[in-house]
């Protein structure tokens, strides 16, 4: 399997005119909303008006099937995950090791199964240097201190490599963590 970074773009699919004109307005919205916060006198009063005028209030939806492939837990950050045992990410990785197009680095990933992390962020969108294009991807997070290290003996092209990246989690490889799941719970 080669670095995420290089087939990232398999997982991705480009922007339709329509969502590049979304994504400008969403650019144009969070302008308008950092400066009516810097202008109300309650910015939490202002944030949750701005939220219930974009349509973006409401409980947390939890979207979970039993499809190994199709699986979307809508995960946000903050929430605390485990990452599923190697033989239950394998059932998800087509004949090329992927899943949904995003590459499952075992030599590195395989070191995370089974352990408990926080999710930094969802990964909706990134920008391929290579192509100079924005692609969107499905259903994937970054997990907090998670990153990509490999180890100096190891067997890929890409052994000792130091840059540290993030290793992008298909949601299909997580499991939500309850309350009563977690250490002193």
């Not at 090791?97 to 930094?120: A, I, W």
Request: one cysteine or more; aromatic letters at 10%; proline letters at 5%.
């Amino acid at each position: 399997m080669s670095c995420q970074l290089r087939v990232l773009p398999g997982a991705g699919t480009e922007l339709t005119h329509w969502e590049r004109f979304y994504s400008q307005m969403c650019k144009w919205i969070h302008y308008l909303l950092v400066t009516a916060r810097k202008l109300w006198d309650d910015p939490l009063l202002a944030a949750r008006k701005a939220r219930h005028v974009l349509g973006l209030a409401g409980p947390e939806s939890s979207l979970e099937t039993d499809d190994p492939v199709r699986h979307h837990l809508g995960l946000q950050s903050g929430n605390i995950v485990r990452v599923k045992p190697m033989a239950k990410i394998r059932a998800t990785l087509d004949s090329h090791g992927k899943c949904e197009g995003l590459g499952y680095m075992s030599v590195v990933m395989d070191l995370y199964c089974g352990g408990t992390y926080t999710v930094l962020k969802r990964v909706d969108r990134f920008f391929d240097e290579r192509t100079q294009r924005m692609l969107k991807l499905n259903n994937v997070v970054i997990l907090d201190r998670v990153y990509c290290e490999p180890e100096p003996h190891a067997e890929e092209g890409f052994a000792g490599c130091k840059r540290m990246c993030f290793l992008f989690w298909k949601e299909a490889w997580l499991k939500r963590m309850g309350p009563d799941e977690l250490p002193g719970g």
